[in-house]
């Protein structure tokens, strides 16, 4: 468990964020601050709307009322290129990697290094995306045999660095992680942790949405708790593990409550 960090500047603000899909009402007006260097544990039962709350912020979906801020100036996400391209970056569960590919490539994918490009031909340029993929590892230490070691014959903690290092191998400024360390073993789920853990010491700020409260407890410093697409609760992380995991649930279930005026859409 981390200490606060309410003193630090808001990287991310959502404001009053709603989105309808037909009669569905996914998001009723939710608010989230994501400060610097801090990991924010985002959590709720199935259709409490973090999915798309997240989707929302990573681009894949435009809210129908409320607003987004990055340091302070509101900005508008057409696409998750966009998002990207202003430093937000989101690791899917399943880690949306080339098995077919090597490290050095799946780090590089869609943002390859070019040599030489003749017109419609371009030349990659395979040496510099292998340093790059080599230090960027190094910086995050991560222990891979190889760069060009195909992804396919990784192991399941191994593929889960391999995703979160491609997210902040260009400068994000904040990283989305959609169950981390889901399905992953023991040991693998306490490497992953220990990346969060470093990625954090080197500045980047982390939104875990997580099923597994003892995650969040262990790197997380605020819990942030949705409910039918409304935040009902939002504070940092204290007390022990019992009672982090009794406070989450009861407000996962609706058994308490913080922002109960909320409820109007």
Not at 68 to 84: C, N, Y
Request: proline letters at 3%; aromatic letters at 4%.
């Amino acid at each position: 468990m981390e200490s606060t960090t309410q003193t630090r500047p808001p990287v991310v603000e959502m404001r009053g964020i709603k989105k309808n899909f037909g009669a569905v009402q996914a998001l009723r007006g939710v608010d989230l601050v994501l400060r610097r260097n801090e990991v924010l544990g985002l959590v709720g039962d199935n259709a409490a709307g973090k999915s798309t709350l997240m989707k929302t912020l990573s681009g894949a979906y435009t809210p129908d009322a409320g607003g987004i801020f990055l340091e302070g100036t509101q900005v508008h996400f057409s696409s998750p290129l966009d998002a990207r391209r202003q430093g937000i970056e989101m690791v899917y569960q399943d880690y949306a990697l080339a098995n077919n590919l090597d490290v050095a490539a799946n780090v590089f994918l869609g943002r390859e290094a070019v040599s030489l490009n003749l017109g419609s031909v371009s030349v990659m340029d395979h040496h510099f995306m292998e340093q790059e993929t080599k230090r960027l590892m190094d910086r995050l230490k991560i222990r891979i045999d190889s760069v060009r070691q195909k992804v396919e014959r990784l192991s399941g903690g191994q593929r889960q660095a391999v995703a979160i290092a491609r997210a902040t191998a260009f400068n994000a400024k904040v990283i989305i992680m959609d169950e981390p360390t889901a399905a992953l073993s023991v040991a693998a789920i306490a490497k992953v942790l220990d990346l969060i853990r470093e990625l954090k010491t080197q500045g980047v700020s982390i939104i875990i949405v997580s099923h597994r409260l003892e995650d969040i407890y262990q790197v997380g410093d605020r819990m942030m708790v949705l409910r039918h697409g409304r935040k009902v609760h939002d504070s940092p992380i204290e007390g022990d593990i019992h009672e982090f995991r009794e406070r989450a649930v009861a407000y996962m279930v609706g058994a308490r409550d913080d922002y109960p005026l909320a409820e109007t859409a």
